[in-house]
C-alpha cells in the first residue's frame, strides 16, 4: 500500500509562496498521477491540481494563475507552490494518488495545515 | 459553494439503515462516475466507494453506493458508532475538466 506524508511550513505571510512537497513511500511515483487537494477549516475539499510522473499537469481554473505542481521521480517526491497567498488560502493541504479510470483518489498523505497570516 | 449538493447532517440509530444523497449535473454526475470518501474527525477522507459502486478491498459491505441520473447515494446498513463522520460525494466534472466533491454530510449515529 502506498503512503504519502505531507511536508512544508505550516505558517507562511500574505503575499508570499506556499511550498509543500509529497513523499511517497512503499511504490513509485512512476507511471500514476499524483494531486493535490486543500480543505479550508470547517469547509468542504477542493480539488487543486494534479500531475503525471511525465511532468504534465492539469490545474483548476480558479488557482491556476498561481499554482505550480512538479514531480520529482529521482527522489519519489511530488511539490506544491501556491504564489501570492493571502487567509482564504488557509487550510489543511492533502496529497494523494489519483486514479484516472474513475476519476478518484485512492491514498492520501494525513494533511498539513497551512495558516495564512503575518 | 460546492458543486455537489449533500444535506449538512443526517442521523440515525444504531444497527439502522442510512442513507446519504449527492446531487449534481450533467456535467459530473450524469455523465461520468460517483466516489464516496469517509473523513473521520482529524484524519484524512479515505475512499470508501469508486465507480458509482464499487468497494474498494477492506471496506466493509455495509457500505453501498447507487447512481440515477444526476443523482448518486451513498447507503450504510447496521449502523455502528464508529460511522460517525463526515461523508463527502465526489465526481469528474467535465466544465471544470477536474474532479468536483459535495460540502459533505456529517452522520451522527444517536
Known amino acids: 500500500q502506498v503512503q504519502l506524508q505531507e511536508s512544508g511550513p505550516g505558517l507562511v505571510k500574505p503575499s508570499e509562496t506556499l511550498s509543500l512537497t509529497c513523499t511517497v513511500s512503499?511504490?513509485?511515483?512512476?507511471?500514476?498521477?499524483w494531486s493535490w487537494v486543500r480543505q479550508p477549516p470547517g469547509k468542504g475539499l477542493e480539488w487543486i491540481g494534479y500531475?503525471?510522473?511525465?511532468?504534465?499537469?492539469n490545474y483548476n481554473p480558479s488557482l491556476k494563475s498561481r499554482v505550480t505542481i512538479s514531480v520529482d521521480t529521482s527522489k519519489n517526491q511530488f511539490s506544491l507552490k501556491l504564489s501570492s497567498v493571502t487567509a482564504a488560502d488557509t487550510a489543511v493541504y492533502y496529497c494523494?494518488?489519483?486514479?484516472?479510470?474513475?476519476?478518484?483518489?485512492?491514498?492520501w498523505g494525513r494533511g498539513t495545515l497551512v495558516t495564512v497570516s503575518s | 459553494q460546492s458543486v455537489l449538493t449533500q444535506p449538512p447532517s443526517v442521523s440515525e440509530a444504531p444497527r439502522q439503515r442510512v442513507t446519504i444523497s449527492c446531487s449534481g449535473s450533467?456535467?459530473?454526475?450524469?455523465?461520468?462516475?460517483v466516489n464516496w470518501y469517509q473523513q473521520l474527525p482529524g484524519e484524512a477522507p479515505k475512499l470508501l466507494i469508486y465507480?458509482?459502486?464499487q468497494l474498494p478491498s477492506g471496506v466493509s459491505d455495509r457500505f453501498s453506493g447507487s447512481k440515477s441520473g444526476t443523482s448518486a447515494s451513498l447507503a450504510i446498513s447496521g449502523l455502528q458508532s464508529e460511522d460517525e463522520a463526515d461523508y463527502l460525494c465526489?465526481?469528474?466534472?467535465?466544465?471544470?475538466?477536474?474532479?468536483?466533491f459535495g460540502g459533505g454530510t456529517k452522520l451522527t449515529v444517536l
Open positions: 450533467s456535467s459530473n454526475i450524469g455523465n461520468n462516475a
Open positions: 512503499g511504490g513509485s511515483v512512476s507511471g500514476d498521477y
Open positions: 494523494a494518488r489519483f486514479i484516472t479510470s474513475a476519476y478518484y483518489f485512492d491514498s
Open positions: 465507480f458509482d459502486d
Open positions: 500531475i503525471y510522473y511525465s511532468g504534465s499537469t
Open positions: 465526489a465526481a469528474w466534472d467535465d466544465s471544470l475538466n477536474g474532479p468536483v
